[in-house]
């Protein structure tokens, strides 16, 4: 991330494109220049936004679209995330959240953008109303008010694009229905332009196909070359223009990540925004920040995007074309395979759990038991390393993808049971755990690159987060740190050092906790409301004191008010600078906040009936309580002797319940909390318990362990 995260990383520790392919380069290259490259420059930029929705980056070749390949050469170039409201976008909710600023849906039927009426020169959109008073979409018409209200002369060519320039009365100043029909290029400060040639061929009675792809690659490619014709038409007649190529919408029933340009300055790399802290990619509400930013024109407090910034960066077009296009392959397999991934991993969870039972009440295959559950606990923290390995440029990425994650799994398994630490009964449970840690604290300060696109992490193809701390890895970091520091903790309190044991469980976990909650580094609401109180709950465990309900309430407070806190520094800075934090305490002021809690409350309810998620739950519960409840009979006393020789173990276990209970109650990720936390730390517990057993005194019949020995044992 351009190695800002040195900076981040510093904040949060102190807290603180003719038919006949004209000659691009030479002649309407020259024609676009308008100042650097960068975001915010300087007033009274005149911008064209080309608007061509589906085009992905597999469909920009030398071959068959000449003109955008060459675009893309002298441009800075990225992905564009599309997502609006449903999981796919059609052209209507593309060109409306354009309009508006903030993601947008017209509901219903989802296909093309209305026809305009026109208007002399200009044209309005009927009955434009319409969409705030009955679609409440109250947003539409932003970018198109702040223009005019600044003097801009809008231009649009197409329904589409007219729905963006459209203001708050449904009006452009000059309207076109196609490019062919424009004479006079020059007559607006902000034109917009539709090219519907590759997205036509995918809309039926209004509505976008409900199929991943319908068209062959043949008719898809001569789609593509229509658009890129029409484009090469009008590209040297322009002038002087900062230049937006957008692939703007999906164009079927599964999400990509879409084609973006930005042509001015002469600065060709990658295309970013502080919206997804990437350099390589942006946002719909992005396109409106940037028309703004460009033209001069302050942005009104709805939008939510940012000015893209040109990056620039080595490599020709192949190569950054290239990168882009395996981008959308990492995520769509990702968006693909994850559910596949997580009904696998909850089969082995319960099957583990079953097994476990069935060999532990017979204190048989004891050393394969611990193997298998060292090795589930690995699998989480896998999903994040696979991305160091070149997965998605193989010929078969789903398939490399799940080979290269087993594979690591077994190298960590193999490294935790076989090291030098293999004697000591917490040793594989602090390696497996300190790698976890140390996986996704690694992965914050440099601007998560191990997150996006992975199966435990978040994708742009999907939409829902681009950077930070995302709610499953929350549980894995809380539940990973609170284990390794109880294990430290462990030593020191059997060497009569409690009071340092109980500032290593505080500062380790309010320096992960405060990095899971920073802006623009973990960016993580809820997880800072469930860390508090497991790390509460550890550290008093440690100190050797009582939890009550009353205590435990008290710490989600302070979860709450330590959260709303750093939400707050973040509302104080420029709207620009701000994350989604920043903007909920924005809410909470103008009132608009509830259907945001709305929102969040559904979706964690709708997770309690995963099919995929709660199996993990209740299995996991189910063997914990039998365990210590009836130690003898479930689990031949190892969890009870666990504890009993690392007293410590106990608090850790505890303290990431808690988190993983609170995460469980304030995340929309819901179930998912949980069910992670849970998948970490019963089988790493469990093998602790084992090893004790396996080297420790004889456990009577009633499960209760003997002694525990002296600290060189």
């Known amino acids: 991330m351009s190695g800002s995260w040195v900076k981040r990383a510093l904040v949060a520790i102190v807290f603180g494109v003719s038919v006949a392919a004209p000659a691009?380069?030479?002649?309407?290259?020259?024609?676009?220049?308008?100042?650097?490259?960068?975001?915010?420059t300087a007033a009274g930029e005149r911008v064209v936004l080309v608007g061509i929705p589906g085009l992905m980056w597999s469909d920009v070749t030398p071959g068959d679209t000449p003109n955008l390949w060459r675009l893309a050469g002298d441009s800075a170039i990225g992905s564009l995330s599309v997502r609006a409201v449903r999981k796919d976008t059609c052209p209507y909710d593309a060109w409306l959240t354009v309009s508006a600023g903030v993601r947008s849906a017209v509901g219903g039927g989802c296909g093309m953008a209305p026809t305009p009426k026109t208007d002399g020169e200009g044209a309005v959109i009927p009955e434009f109303s319409w969409l705030w008073e009955v679609r409440e979409q109250r947003d539409a018409g932003t970018l198109g008010q702040a223009l005019h209200a600044a003097g801009r002369t809008t231009m649009a060519v197409g329904p589409g694009a007219a729905l963006a320039l459209a203001d708050r009365e449904g009006r452009v100043d000059v309207y076109a229905p196609s490019p062919g029909e424009v004479a006079q290029w020059s007559r607006g400060d902000v034109v917009a332009v539709e090219i519907p040639d590759l997205i036509a061929p995918y809309i039926s009675a209004d509505r976008l196909s409900d199929v991943p792809e319908h068209l062959s690659p043949g008719a898809r490619r001569a789609a593509a070359r229509a658009a890129d014709a029409k484009l090469g038409s009008f590209l040297p007649r322009l002038g002087p223009a900062t230049v937006l190529v957008a692939g703007l919408s999906d164009h079927g029933s599964v999400p990509h990540l879409r084609a973006a340009m930005l042509h001015g300055g002469g600065a060709a790399g990658t295309l970013g925004a502080r919206s997804t802290h990437r350099d390589d990619m942006i946002i719909l509400p992005d396109l409106t920040a940037t028309i703004l930013a460009r033209t001069g024109v302050a942005a009104p407090p709805a939008v939510v995007g940012v000015p893209v910034e040109a990056h620039a960066t080595g490599g020709g077009p192949d190569e950054r074309v290239g990168a882009l296009r395996t981008a959308d392959v990492a995520g769509q397999t990702i968006r693909d395979m994850t559910g596949v991934f997580f009904i696998t991993l909850a089969a082995l969870q319960v099957l583990f759990y079953v097994t476990a039972f069935v060999l532990l009440r017979r204190r048989d295959r004891l050393p394969a038991v611990r193997v298998a559950a060292v090795a589930l606990a690995s699998i989480p923290v896998s999903t994040y390393l696979v991305n160091l390995t070149p997965w998605a440029r193989t010929e078969r990425p789903a398939l490399t993808l799940f080979a290269s994650i087993a594979a690591i799994a077994a190298a960590l398994t193999?490294?935790?049971?076989?090291?030098?630490?293999?004697?000591?009964?917490?040793g594989p449970l602090t390696v497996i755990a300190a790698v976890t840690a140390a996986v996704l604290l690694g992965d914050l300060l440099t601007g998560t690159p191990l997150q996006l696109n992975s199966l435990m992490g978040y994708t742009g193809v999907v939409g829902a987060r681009y950077y930070g701390l995302g709610n499953i890895p929350f549980a894995l970091l809380a539940t990973a740190v609170l284990l390794v520091t109880t294990a430290a903790a462990d030593r020191l309190v059997a060497a009569g050092r409690k009071a340092v044991a109980v500032a290593l469980v505080a500062a380790l976990g309010a320096f992960a906790m405060l990095l899971d909650g920073w802006p623009g580094v973990g960016s993580d609401f809820g997880g800072v409301i469930a860390f508090v109180p497991g790390i509460a709950v550890t550290a008093l465990i440690v100190a050797g004191r009582r939890v009550s309900i009353v205590k435990?309430?008290?710490?989600?407070?302070?979860?709450?008010?330590?959260?709303?806190?750093?939400?707050?520094?973040?509302?104080?800075?420029?709207?620009?600078?701000?994350?989604?934090?920043?903007?909920?305490v924005g809410q909470v002021a103008d009132g608009t906040f509830l259907p945001v809690i709305s929102r969040k409350l559904g979706a964690m309810l709708s997770t309690l009936l995963s099919p995929t998620l709660m199996p993990v739950v209740i299995a996991a519960f189910a063997f914990l309580v039998f365990a210590l409840l009836r130690p003898g009979a479930a689990s031949a006393g190892v969890l009870p002797l666990a504890f009993e020789r690392a007293p410590m173990l106990r608090a850790g276990l505890l303290g990431a319940l808690v988190s993983g209970l609170v995460g469980m109650l304030v995340n929309d990720s819901g179930a998912a909390v949980l069910s992670m936390a849970l998948a970490l730390a019963v089988p790493l517990v469990l093998s602790a318990g084992i090893r004790a057993l396996q080297h420790g005194e004889p456990v009577p019949a009633s499960g209760s362990p003997g002694p525990r020995p002296s600290p060189a044992a």
């Open 24 to 40: 691009f380069p030479a002649a309407a290259s020259a024609a676009f220049e308008a100042g650097p490259g960068q975001s915010g």
């Open 414 to 426: 193999v490294a935790a049971l076989a090291g030098p630490w293999r004697r000591g009964m917490l």
């Open 552 to 584: 435990l309430g008290a710490f989600c407070a302070a979860g709450g008010v330590l959260v709303m806190a750093i939400a707050y520094l973040d509302y104080l800075r420029p709207p620009a600078s701000q994350t989604h934090l920043g903007r909920f």
